[in-house]
């Protein structure tokens, strides 16, 4: 296991354990190893102050020559640098934990603390699981996890801008395309209805909010 010293003095340790992300792929191409937008996910785990955060780290594709393989060796740099940093930041809000209650936004009554919940967030640079405090109203039901307030997470699993570059693609592109330019403009591959899913969600997002294009 190497661990890794982050800036701010909290550890990443990489447990060094790869998987094979590719789907559909011939099984001669598996075997030898060179197929076509190959993804590898490495799991990782940041750990700060007891707080463990799991994250999976989208390794790119592994093939070019030159330039190329330059470019792809520093995007990869960046990638596992930006999912460590996420996961480092997300430990420092202490699961959202808020005591043993707090008031219920719906009621104005009291919700009491009953545990954590796990949640898996998806970004551009990989996966990131973490462990929500969770608190339920025992008067009107109300079930919140705070930690999704505090971080502004909607639904589903993408989140950020991968939630917004996916919703662009759904607009402009061909379903048909879209598992191959996803893999090309943002390393990995996503089915036609992942897409659909997550456009239809944004706008759902943005009608909530109150969002009118002109």
């Keep these: 296991m190497k661990q890794i010293t982050m800036p ?19 099984a001669k191409e598996r ?18 102050g007891g707080r463990k955060v799991t994250f999976e780290a989208v390794a790119g594709r ?19 640098t930006k999912l460590a940093q996420i996961a480092e930041r ?9 005591g043993g209650r707090r008031q219920c936004p719906r009621c104005g009554r009291w919700q009491r603390y009953k545990g954590e919940r796990a949640r898996e967030l998806v970004f551009d ?15 009107c039901g109300e079930t919140r996890c705070p930690l999704d307030e505090k ?8 989140q950020g801008r991968v939630r917004e570059k996916l919703a662009l ?3 402009l592109t061909p379903y048909h395309q879209a598992p191959q330019v996803c893999q090309t403009l943002l390393g990995s591959e996503r ?11 944004e706008a759902e997002h943005l009608a909530a909010s109150g969002h009118h294009q002109s």
């Design 8 to 26: 701010n003095q909290s550890r990443v340790c990489i447990t060094g354990e790869w998987r094979n992300g590719t789907k559909g792929a011939k």
């Design 169 to 171: 693609l759904a607009v």
């Design 90 to 98: 997300i430990a420092t809000y202490e699961r959202g934990d808020e």
């Design 62 to 80: 592994q093939r070019g020559r030159g330039i190329f393989a330059i470019e792809a060796e520093a995007e990869e740099v960046a990638r596992r």
């Design 125 to 139: 640079c990989g996966t990131v699981t973490v462990p929500r405090a969770y608190y339920v109203c025992p008067r």
């Design 191 to 201: 089915h036609a209805m992942t897409l659909r899913r997550v456009a239809l969600r």
């Design 151 to 158: 971080l502004g997470l909607v639904e589903g699993k993408e």
């Design 31 to 48: 075997q030898e190893g060179r197929v076509k937008g190959q993804a590898m996910r490495r799991r990782e785990k940041s750990d700060m």
